[in-house]
């Protein structure tokens, strides 16, 4: 009796946080046609060009740990980045009970096609700039006018290459990937950033190329087939399962209370754990984090959180990388 309460009270909390003040943002972007890089932030989704299809059956189970959760992404979907601080909290709040598997989507094979007023990347600068606002995430649309990408799959296969040599260090990747494309404008499709990204977040860069150039490759069209498989058409999407094989689906960018409900839906016994809300911690677990982030995380109200920010950078604690849509703070190494 007292989880399906606590369900319901997530339930409507969510509900009333992704409706209220939100009619006019959707209004502004309801007459765009489906297009994988115009995202509607109204619904949260990347979704490719074709026809809907229903989300099939999943084939697989929890392994250790009671949730799995299984992650259909791409790095340049603007509302996965998005969905950052939700999926951030979600892995300190839940972390040890449940299992996060990413798969790549392939939001962009190529330029081959004409959707919803778009035919070149430059046409998608003004996009990106518009969900930013939307989203509080800062992200900077210029790179499709300085250095396009030609295609999102080479990000991924260097994504799947990661996750051969350490999954943990693949996540980390990946985010530096987006950093890189959402606020450096760098084109992540080019080897010398993936490289780069890769160094940084102590991936063997040979032992990726030689992966990048062979199996990832293979995984990354199963990643394709699976995503087909199970009628994914948009991103992000999650399905949370359990060893029984029940399901629940969270589609598109949502509020925190979408996800924490699907794991109790599918495991109502899954317990949260605490964690350290002051700045040194968070930093220590995610070495980089946005206004927005720092906000849902420890609980400090938007305005605070980005004052707070400001000043460990005046005193040197943090280091500030400002866009034009917003900043991002990084914990200063010694």
């Known amino acids: 009796m007292l989880n399906c309460k606590i369900l319901t009270f997530l339930f409507l909390t969510a509900v009333m946080s992704s409706c209220n003040g939100q009619s006019d943002k959707r209004k502004k972007m309801e007459n765009k046609s489906t297009n994988p890089l115009l995202c509607d932030p109204a619904t949260g989704i990347c979704e490719v060009p074709g026809e809907r299809t229903e989300i099939g059956n999943i084939d697989v189970k929890a392994n250790e740990k009671p949730v799995k959760v299984i992650y259909f992404t791409d790095p340049i979907c603007s509302s996965c980045w998005g969905i950052e601080p939700q999926l951030r909290k979600l892995k300190l709040e839940y972390g040890n009970n449940v299992d996060i598997e990413y798969r790549m989507g392939g939001l962009l094979p190529d330029w081959s096609y004409n959707s919803g007023g778009i035919s070149k990347p430059s046409d998608v600068a003004h996009h990106w700039d518009e969900v930013s606002l939307y989203y509080d995430m800062p992200i900077d649309g210029d790179v499709w006018l300085q250095d396009p990408l030609d295609s999102s799959y080479p990000p991924s296969i260097a994504f799947k290459a990661a996750q051969l040599q350490d999954k943990t260090k693949a996540v980390e990747f990946m985010r530096e990937l987006r950093e890189m494309v959402f606020l450096k404008k760098k084109n992540i499709a080019r080897w010398e950033h993936i490289a780069a990204a890769a160094k940084k977040t102590g991936l063997d860069t040979d032992q990726l190329k030689?992966?990048?150039?062979?199996?990832?490759?293979?995984?990354?069209?199963?990643?394709?087939?699976?995503?087909?498989?199970?009628?994914?058409?948009?991103?992000?999407?999650?399905?949370?399962?359990?060893?029984?094989?029940?399901?629940?689906?969270?589609?598109?960018?949502?509020?925190?209370?979408?996800?924490?409900?699907?794991?109790?839906?599918?495991?109502?016994?899954?317990?949260?754990?605490?964690?350290?809300?002051?700045?040194?911690?968070?930093?220590?677990?995610?070495?980089?984090?946005?206004?927005?982030?720092?906000?849902?995380?420890?609980?400090?109200?938007?305005?605070e959180s980005e004052q707070l920010l400001n000043d460990l950078s005046a005193k040197g604690s943090l280091e500030k990388l400002t866009t034009k849509n917003g900043s991002i703070w990084t914990f200063k190494q010694n």
């Open 210 to 303: 030689k992966d990048f150039d062979g199996r990832a490759k293979e995984l990354f069209q199963e990643d394709l087939k699976m995503a087909r498989e199970m009628g994914v058409r948009g991103f992000p999407t999650m399905f949370f399962t359990n060893d029984a094989g029940n399901k629940e689906i969270v589609y598109g960018s949502k509020p925190y209370a979408f996800y924490e409900t699907a794991i109790l839906k599918v495991n109502s016994d899954t317990r949260k754990s605490e964690y350290s809300k002051n700045w040194e911690s968070l930093f220590s677990r995610y070495s980089s984090l946005t206004a927005k982030e720092y906000s849902e995380l420890s609980g400090t109200p938007r305005r």
